[in-house]
């Protein structure tokens, strides 16, 4: 089946510092990604969509300046955090959809957790 | 006002019981996913439904349309079942919306 791979699965960086997490699909092509963040006890947030060769569409309230998104192949999408403060501390997860097929399931990376201390 | 509600929150069962999770959406949809999240915070999804049931192992998913409602039932429950399980739903495109979770703590 379908998998998605997300690295790193935990990372701690101190507070101005920038953290990159890169999601791959591993052996489908991804045109589409999509990245959401997860307070404790609370569902997924779509942040934004990733969409290969061109620039991400961000949801209303989060900073395309400070959440970088790169989707430079078909396989690899990029999130990168910069300047990170204590309150970008959250569970980032990744997903991603086959290529050309409508409404396909999505895959899910298993998460990056990120500590800002 | 959320799109997706879901019910219960939280849910504990004895191991054995049969379980039901409930979906309801407000907005039109293509389709519907049931997720399930694991303590560690990994997702699988383990079904995406249009229409009718879908059944895989002890798992069954229906969906009804025209109520727009959808509900993941559980037989024979087994504590590696304990996890949060998420509906999501597809209005349109890549536009989608999760609900907040059911908590499921399944008792040996």
């Known amino acids: 089946g379908a998998v998605v791979s997300q690295h790193p699965s935990w990372v701690i960086c101190k507070s101005g510092t920038s953290v990159k997490i890169e999601c791959r699909s591993l052996d489908f092509q991804a045109t589409t990604m999509f990245w959401y963040r997860q307070f404790p006890k609370k569902s997924l947030m779509l942040m934004a969509t990733?969409?290969?060769?061109?620039?991400?569409?961000?949801e209303q309230g989060v900073e395309k300046d400070k959440f970088l998104i790169n989707h430079a192949s078909l396989t690899l999408s990029t999130l990168t955090v910069t300047s990170a403060h204590p309150e970008d501390s959250s569970f980032y997860i990744c997903s991603a959809r086959v290529s050309g097929h409508g409404n396909s399931p999505l895959h899910f990376g298993n998460g990056t957790r990120l500590t800002v201390t | 006002k959320n799109e997706v509600e879901q019910s219960p929150q939280n849910l504990t069962a004895q191991e054995g019981e049969f379980i039901t999770i409930n979906c309801s959406y407000s907005v039109g949809i293509s389709a519907l996913h049931w997720l399930q999240q694991h303590p560690g915070g990994g997702i699988v999804s383990l079904f995406m439904?249009?229409?009718g049931k879908k059944k895989h192992g002890r798992l069954i998913a229906t969906i009804n349309i025209q109520e727009k409602h959808s509900s993941l039932h559980i037989t024979a429950s087994h504590p590696r079942d304990s996890a949060v399980y998420i509906c999501?739903?597809?209005?349109?495109?890549?536009?989608?919306?999760f609900g907040t979770g059911t908590s499921l703590t399944v008792i040996p």
């Open positions: 990733s969409n290969e060769g061109s620039k991400a569409t961000y």
């Open positions: 439904l249009s229409s």
């Open positions: 999501a739903v597809y209005p349109t495109g890549n536009q989608f919306y």
